[in-house]
C-alpha cells in the first residue's frame, strides 16, 4: 500500500480524536510533553510501517487535536511541544518523581481520599476601563490565572482595567486527594498527591473510589520560597474495576462438600491448618480468624461483622496472624492503629495548600466491603477512639467539623490485635483496665482472645520458640497444607457468599449457649470481660459463619456446638469457665509464686466457694495458709483485711460471700 504522509497523520488524527484522548490532549501545555502510549493496537501498526517518519506524523495529528479545540493560533504557540512514546504508562505513585515527570503525562491507579466541594474558575471575560469604557478581552492561561490589562487609553495613564462580572464565562473546578492503593504502598505509607479536575470530571469523583487518573505533573511555583507544591492536572479519570473475586471450580467444591460431610472433623481441621501453618498451635485462634474472614448472615438488617481482638503481651504471634490473615484475602488492608494517614483509622480533616479543610478517610472507609487488619489497635488516636463506635456498629464514619459534614460508609470487618498499657497483662485488673482502648468500644468485639505467654499456658513458651524458629528457618513456603494461601483464600470467597439458614433445633441451641453465657455475666468476674445482651448476635453471627466454613447450607447444632468451644477457649484464654462460671482449675494450676497475694487470695476463694459463691471462713484461711506468700497469719490478716474494705461480708448462716 502506497500511503501518503497526509494518511498517516489523518490515521493518528482519528485515533486521538476519541475522547479518551482528547480529554489528555486539550489539558497539555505549550511547553509540556505529551506521553502516548502506543500498545493501542492500530497505533502500533502505524508505527511500524511508517518507521522513523512516526514522530513527525504523530505530531501533525496532536497539533491538528489542539487546534480543532484552541484554533489556528495553537500552531504556534503549540510548535515546542514534546512527544514521548510508551508502551505500558501505568506507574506506581511511589516511583512519580519531579526529575522525571515534571510537565510530563502520568497515568498512575489510585485511592480518592478527600474531595474539595466544586468550585468554578472564569475561563474568559470582558475587561473593561471604568474611564473611558474600552473593553479588552482576557482568557485566563493555562495556571488558570487572569491577567486584567491596563487601558491602553493614552489619557487613562494604564488605570487598571475591571472584569465585567456580567460577562465573564466560568467552568468547574474541583481539588481532589489521591492516595496510593495501600497494598503498593511501601512500609504502609501511602503516597498522596494533589489532583484539580475540571470541566465535565468535577463532580463525578467520591471519596473511596478506586480510580485510574491520567494527568500532568507540575509544580506551582512559589516565587517568594521556591518551594512548591505538587500537583497533577487530572486529564481524564477511569473506573478502576474491582479486583475480581477468585473462586475454587465447581469440581473443587463438592469434593470439599464431600469431605466436610463424611469427616467434618478432619475437613475442620485441615482448614484450620491450611491457615498460617508457619505458626504452630493457636488453632481454636485460627478458627475464629477464619469465622470472622467469612462474616455471619448476608442478607439481615443487623451486622454480619464479625470483630475480633487479641490482647496480650507484646510476641510476634498476634501481628503474625493478622498479617497471615492478609495472605488469604483479596481486600483488606493491614495497617497499625495510628493509622496510614492523618486521617488514622476512621476519618479525619486536612488541610490543603490553599488553606481549606476538607474531609479525609482514614483505613475503614478505604476497605468497606472488606477487612481492617489492624495492629497495634490500642495506639489509635483520640479522634479515631470516638469515631470508632459508630465505625463497629453502625458501619459508617462521620465528621462534622469546620463546616464539614460528611458520612461515608465503612463496612469492614475488624481483626485488631492490642497489647496492654503497661507493656504487660495484668490478671488482677479487667480487660478494660489493662488496655488504652475504651470498655464500651472493646464490648464491640464478638471475639476477644488473651495471649499469656507466661502464666496462663506452659504450652505458650513452646509455642513462641516455634515460630521463632520457623522464621529462622523462613521456610513458610514449605508448609504442606491440605490447601494453599490461595486455594484457602478462594474457598473462603466461595463460603462467604452462601447463606445457611437456622431451623428450629439450632435456635433451640443458640439459646441454651446464650443462657450460660448469662450465667457468667451475673457473676462477679464478668468485671474481666463484658459479656453481654450483644453476645447473642454474637453467637448467631459466628454460628452462621461456622456453617459457612464447613460449607454448609443450612446452621446446624453442631455449629452452635462449634462455637461454644472457641467462646469458651476464649473465655478460659481469661482464666474463666463457660460451664462453670468462675475460673477454671488450669487457671488455679497455673498459678505460680510470680502471682500477687490479691490474685492468689482470689483463687483460693473460688476454689472452696460453693455453688453458689458463698465460703466457710476456716475453710477458705486454710487453705489460704497453705497457699504460696501466704502463713496462718498473713492469712488471717488479708481475710480481716478484705472484711474492713467490705469486700467480704457475712451471711446468715455464717458463711462468707465477696461482695
Ligand atoms: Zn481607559
Same mark, same amino acid.
Given at each position: 500500500m502506497n500511503a501518503t504522509p497526509s494518511y498517516y497523520t489523518d490515521e493518528l488524527y482519528e485515533i486521538l480524536s476519541s475522547p479518551k484522548h482528547t480529554e489528555v490532549i486539550d489539558a497539555l501545555r505549550p511547553n509540556s510533553t505529551y506521553v502516548l502510549d502506543i500498545s493501542n493496537e492500530k497505533i502500533i501498526d502505524i508505527y511500524v510501517e511508517t518507521g522513523k517518519n512516526f514522530m513527525t506524523y504523530l505530531f501533525d495529528a496532536v497539533i491538528k487535536v489542539i487546534v480543532d479545540k484552541k484554533g489556528s493560533s495553537a500552531l504556534k504557540t503549540y510548535r515546542n511541544l514534546r512527544i514521548e512514546l510508551t508502551g505500558s504508562t501505568i506507574i506506581s505513585m511511589h516511583d512519580i518523581t519531579s526529575r522525571e515527570h515534571e510537565g510530563k503525562t502520568i497515568t498512575f491507579d489510585c485511592t480518592v481520599i478527600a474531595a474539595e466541594p466544586p468550585k468554578t474558575y472564569v475561563k474568559r471575560g470582558v475587561a473593561v476601563c471604568i474611564l473611558c469604557g474600552n473593553e479588552e478581552e482576557c482568557v485566563a492561561n493555562q495556571d488558570r490565572e487572569i491577567n486584567i490589562p491596563r487601558c491602553t487609553t493614552p489619557s487613562c495613564k494604564l488605570a487598571k482595567m475591571k472584569l465585567d462580572s456580567s460577562r465573564v464565562v466560568t467552568d468547574d473546578i474541583q481539588t481532589l486527594l489521591m492516595q496510593e492503593p495501600m497494598d503498593k504502598a511501601k512500609n504502609h505509607s501511602p503516597v498522596i498527591l494533589m489532583g484539580k479536575i475540571i470541566g465535565?470530571?468535577?463532580?463525578?469523583v467520591f471519596i473511596g473510589q478506586p480510580k485510574r487518573i491520567t494527568g500532568i505533573f507540575r509544580s506551582i511555583i512559589d516565587y517568594k520560597t521556591n518551594e512548591n507544591e505538587v500537583l497533577i492536572d487530572v486529564a481524564s479519570i477511569e473506573d478502576l474495576e474491582e479486583t475480581e473475586l477468585i473462586k475454587p471450580d465447581e469440581e473443587t467444591i463438592s469434593k470439599l462438600k464431600l469431605k466436610s460431610e463424611k469427616e467434618p472433623d478432619e475437613y475442620k481441621s485441615e482448614i484450620v491448618n491450611s491457615f498460617a501453618p508457619h505458626i504452630f498451635g493457636y488453632s481454636e485462634i485460627k478458627e475464629s480468624v477464619l469465622l470472622s474472614l467469612l462474616g455471619g448472615s448476608n442478607n439481615s438488617k443487623k451486622r454480619g461483622d464479625i470483630h475480633m481482638l487479641m490482647v496480650g503481651d507484646p510476641s510476634m504471634a498476634k501481628s503474625e496472624i493478622l498479617k497471615s490473615a492478609k495472605s488469604i484475602t483479596q481486600k483488606s488492608i493491614y495497617t497499625s492503629g495510628k493509622g496510614a494517614t492523618a486521617a488514622g483509622l476512621t476519618i479525619g480533616m486536612v488541610k490543603l495548600p490553599n488553606g481549606t479543610q476538607v474531609a479525609q478517610a482514614g483505613v475503614l472507609p478505604l476497605c468497606s466491603g472488606g477487612f481492617a487488619l489492624i495492629d497495634e489497635f490500642d495506639k489509635m488516636g483520640r479522634e479515631d477512639r470516638s469515631s470508632m463506635h459508630e465505625a463497629m456498629e453502625q458501619q459508617t464514619v462521620s465528621i462534622a467539623k469546620a463546616g464539614t459534614k460528611m458520612t461515608l460508609p465503612a463496612e469492614a470487618t475488624i481483626l485488631a490485635a492490642a497489647n496492654p498499657k503497661f507493656g504487660k497483662y495484668d490478671s488482677d485488673q479487667s480487660l478494660g483496665d489493662n488496655l488504652e482502648i475504651p470498655s464500651p468500644l472493646i464490648s464491640r468485639f464478638d471475639i476477644i482472645w488473651l495471649f499469656l505467654d507466661d502464666v496462663h499456658r506452659d504450652k505458650d513458651r513452646a509455642k513462641a520458640k516455634h515460630i521463632i524458629e520457623s522464621f529462622k528457618k523462613n521456610n513458610n513456603k514449605d508448609y504442606d497444607t491440605y490447601l494453599s494461601d490461595t486455594e484457602l483464600m478462594s474457598v473462603l470467597n466461595y463460603a462467604r457468599e452462601l447463606e445457611p439458614v437456622l431451623n428450629d433445633e439450632t435456635v433451640e441451641r443458640i439459646l441454651k449457649l446464650y443462657e450460660k453465657l448469662r450465667e457468667l455475666g451475673r457473676e462477679e468476674q464478668q468485671q474481666k470481660l463484658p459479656v453481654g445482651v450483644r453476645q447473642l448476635e454474637a453467637i448467631v453471627r459466628m454460628s452462621t459463619a461456622h456453617a459457612k466454613l464447613m460449607l454448609r447450607s443450612h446452621v446446624l447444632p453442631e455449629d452452635v456446638d462449634a462455637v461454644q468451644k472457641i467462646m469458651s477457649d476464649s473465655l478460659d484464654s481469661f482464666? @474463666? +469457665? @463457660?460451664? =462453670?462460671g468462675g475460673f477454671n482449675q488450669s487457671f488455679l494450676d497455673g498459678l =505460680?509464686?510470680? +502471682?500477687t497475694k490479691e490474685r492468689i487470695a482470689l483463687s483460693v476463694w473460688y476454689k472452696v466457694a460453693d455453688d453458689k459463691g458463698n465460703v466457710k471462713s476456716e475453710k477458705f484461711l486454710k487453705e489460704l495458709t497453705e497457699a504460696p506468700k501466704f502463713d496462718e497469719n498473713s492469712a488471717s490478716r488479708y481475710f480481716s483485711q478484705w472484711e474492713q474494705q467490705n469486700k467480704v461480708k457475712m451471711n446468715k448462716d455464717g458463711t462468707w460471700r465477696r461482695t
Open positions: 465535565t470530571n468535577v463532580g463525578t482464666g @474463666l +469457665d @463457660l460451664n =462453670k =505460680k509464686t510470680k +502471682d
